[in-house]
């Protein structure tokens, strides 16, 4: 079955730092990957996916990421952070259910960032 | 915003009594989920639907049922709550498979004391 890690539970950056979080998956077949961020009290949004088509994938707010094969990766950056940026974000991947052929996604256990005046 | 919304918005309610909570979608998507939040968790899929009167389960579907008799309309019951379902419960729809993104409503805080 496919599994994502997200490293790190908590990050806290400096208003106009680099922004890096960390997710690794696991899959035995080429994966489709998402980002979804979460904002207090709301539910998950679309922060961008990866599906094959360009291994570097821009997506919402500035964030970016990219697909590494080779290191099972898909790791969130965003150059610059701004105070806007605090919120939950979880990584997730497209699995196949029993039946075959559905969209079912499976999560991470979530990073929450925190952004420093 | 993808037109989903979920009812009650919040609810507290004593262990052993039956739960239901409707998610309700005006987009006409074929997928609908419902998903479970807790520390440390993320979001974990409790059962899924493929269409009408087509639905499957999660990994975490024990204790719960569900129901999809139109399109737009997906209830999510507890049969006997229990305070292992203190959660905030999430439901999702989707056009399509594979790369189709998911839209999520605003969630279900419920309280089972």
């Known amino acids: 079955a496919q599994s994502v890690t997200q490293l790190g539970s908590h990050v806290s950056v400096s208003e106009g730092a680099l922004v890096l979080l960390r997710c690794n998956y696991s899959?035995?077949?080429?994966?489709?990957l998402f980002w979804y961020v979460q904002y207090p009290n709301q539910g998950l949004q679309l922060l961008l996916k990866y599906t094959s088509a360009a291994t570097l994938v821009k997506g919402i707010n500035g964030f970016e990421a990219e697909f590494k094969k080779s290191e099972t990766s898909f790791h969130l950056t965003k150059p610059s952070a701004h105070m806007r940026d605090a919120a939950e974000y979880f990584c997730a991947v497209s699995e196949i259910g029993r039946t075959g052929g559905y969209n079912k996604l499976i999560f991470g256990a979530g990073t929450r960032l925190a952004v420093h005046p | 915003d993808a037109g989903i919304t979920q009812s009650p918005r919040h609810k507290v309610t004593e262990t052993g009594t039956p739960v239901t909570l409707r998610c309700h979608q005006t987009?006409?998507?074929?997928?609908m989920y419902w998903y479970r939040q807790d520390p440390g968790h993320g979001l974990r899929l409790i059962h899924y639907s493929y269409g009408v009167k087509d639905t499957d389960k999660g990994e975490v579907s024990d204790g719960y049922s569900v129901s999809r008799s139109k399109t737009e309309d997906f209830l999510l019951t507890l049969e006997s709550a229990t305070s292992s379902q203190t959660s905030v419960y999430f439901c999702a729809i989707s056009e399509g498979q594979g790369n189709y993104e998911q839209y999520f409503g605003p969630g279900t805080r419920l309280t089972v004391t």
């Open positions: 899959s035995s077949v080429p994966p489709y």
């Open positions: 987009e006409n998507h074929r997928y």
